[in-house]
Structures are given as structure tokens and as C-alpha cells.
């Protein structure tokens, strides 16, 4: 469960670059937000916001009740997948998917446990041993996907996940997408340019321009409108 309010966010780079612009924003249990709007307008800076990775300018983000903005990254209870996945070179399939858990002291066991559930649900159980160089794009874009599901955290960042493949893989992981958020449920945000990911994914579709939001409803009523 998770209840997330976003209060009159601002995010000033260098004194002068407005990327989020008094962003407002509740966000309900289980919902899968989709975020598009033309590049620059502070959707990526609105993810690293919620995940810790920049200091809000003002506002508040606020999660089940708890002001978030001195709580650090790793004490966020937020998993990020990343457009250019971020897996650790050096490190096998297995490590990529422990090391999250590791690092928030997980004993060994329940590491196990969570890394083999996801490998089974993402289907890459054959590749643990593999490095992410010996991992097609598709596979690499699964990893990242199973280090947030292992961390079984309330809320899932993912920016632009899928832009890096190719079309018929993006189609397929795109489906793969929606029954993993109806089988987990997890409050999931997700960034896009694609507009079939924005109609077929998005329980509610946020449009941002200039640091704000324009336009927020279910998909066919902000498509349609004139
Ligand atoms: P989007 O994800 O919608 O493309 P971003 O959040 O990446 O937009 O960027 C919003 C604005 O903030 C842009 O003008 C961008 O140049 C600027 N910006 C983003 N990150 C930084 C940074 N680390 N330092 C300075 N300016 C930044
Ligand atoms: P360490 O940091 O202690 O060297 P590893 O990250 O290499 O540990 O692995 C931790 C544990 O996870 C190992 O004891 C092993 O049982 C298990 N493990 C590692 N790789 C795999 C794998 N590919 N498949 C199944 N279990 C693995």
C-alpha cells in the first residue's frame, strides 16, 4: 500500500533552470502513472525527486504520511529502472539482482528466495551466471527489472525502460510490463515518449510542459480532448 502526495515541487538547477515548476500531484494505491511531455519538461528530475537522487528546490513529497525530503535514497522504499538499465558490468545477473537487497543487510537466504521468484517471473532463470555483456537487450531490460522487483518496494520508478529496444521486443516487454503490474500491483511512474505504451499502460496519463502539469486524466479523455 502506498499513498504518495506530491505538494508544490520545485526543482532549480544553476539558480536559473526551472526543471519542475510548482508540481502537484496525488497519487492512489496500485495506480500506473504515465508521464509524457516533450523533452526537457522535468520528467526525469521529477523521478530522481521521488527516488532521492536530487534535493528538492521546495515542496514536499510525502509517502504514507512521511515527509520524504531528508530521507536518503537508500531508506526510500522506491525501486528505479533505468532506460540504459545501469547493471553492474563486473557482476553476473544474480549479483546485479542481490546487490540492492545486500546492501539493506538481507540474510542470504531471503536474498535467494526473492532473486529465484523474480528470475522465474521474468523468465531468466537459465542466464543468473551470465554477465550483462553476454545478455541481449530484452534480457539486460528483464535484470533491470527484477533488481526493483526483488526489492518488493511500494513505489516504481521506471524512465523510458523500454526505448532501447527494438520494436517487436519493446511490444512484447510492453505486455510483459502490464501483467507484472497486475500481478504485483505495485504503484508504478513511468516516463515515455511512445504514445501506444501511454494508451495501453497508463491508469491516469500526466502530460508535463515546462516543469508542470498540463493536462492529467485516463488516457482516452486526454488523448481526445481537442
Ligand atoms: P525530461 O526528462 O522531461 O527530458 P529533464 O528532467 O531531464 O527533462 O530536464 C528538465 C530541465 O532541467 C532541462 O532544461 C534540463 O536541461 C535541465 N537539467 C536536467 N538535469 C540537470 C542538471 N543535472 N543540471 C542542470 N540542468 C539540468
Ligand atoms: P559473495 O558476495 O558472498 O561472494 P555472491 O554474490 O557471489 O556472494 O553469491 C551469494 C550467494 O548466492 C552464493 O553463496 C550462492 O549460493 C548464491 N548464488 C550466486 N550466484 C548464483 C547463481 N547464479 N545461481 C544461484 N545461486 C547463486
New binding site residues.
Given amino acids: 500500500m502506498v499513498e504518495l502526495k506530491l505538494q508544490h515541487i520545485y526543482k532549480t538547477y544553476n539558480k536559473d533552470i526551472q526543471a519542475v515548476n510548482n508540481f502537484n500531484l496525488d497519487i492512489k494505491d496500485k495506480e500506473f502513472i504515465v508521464l509524457v511531455g516533450p523533452s526537457g519538461c522535468g520528467k526525469s528530475t521529477l523521478l530522481r525527486l521521488l527516488a532521492g537522487l536530487e534535493d528538492l528546490s521546495q515542496g514536499q513529497i510525502i509517502m504514507d504520511g512521511q515527509y520524504m525530503n531528508d530521507v536518503s535514497p537508500k531508506d526510500r522504499d522506491v525501486a528505479f529502472v533505468f532506460q540504459n538499465y545501469a547493471l553492474y558490468p563486473h557482476m553476473?545477473v544474480?549479483?546485479n539482482m542481490?546487490f540492492g537487497l545486500k546492501s539493506r543487510k538481507f540474510p542470504?537466504d531471503e536474498i535467494?528466495r526473492r532473486i529465484k521468484n523474480a528470475a522465474q517471473i521474468l523468465n531468466i532463470e537459465e542466464h543468473?551466471?551470465r554477465k550483462p555483456k553476454a545478455l541481449s537487450g530484452g534480457q539486460c531490460q528483464r535484470v533491470a527489472l527484477g533488481r526493483a522487483i526483488v526489492r518488493d518496494a511500494k513505489l516504481f520508478l521506471m524512465d523510458e525502460p523500454l526505448s532501447n529496444l527494438d520494436t517487436k521486443l519493446r511490444t512484447q516487454m510492453r505486455s510483459e510490463i502490464i501483467k507484472l503490474h497486475q500481478r504485483l500491483q505495485t504503484t508504478t511512474i513511468y516516463v515515455t515518449h511512445d504514445q501506444t505504451e501511454a494508451m495501453t499502460m497508463a491508469t491516469r496519463l500526466v502530460v508535463m510542459n515546462n516543469g508542470k502539469i498540463q493536462q492529467v486524466g485516463v488516457p482516452k479523455e486526454v488523448y481526445d480532448k481537442p
Fill in positions: 553476473n544474480y549479483q542481490a542470504k535467494d543468473l551466471d
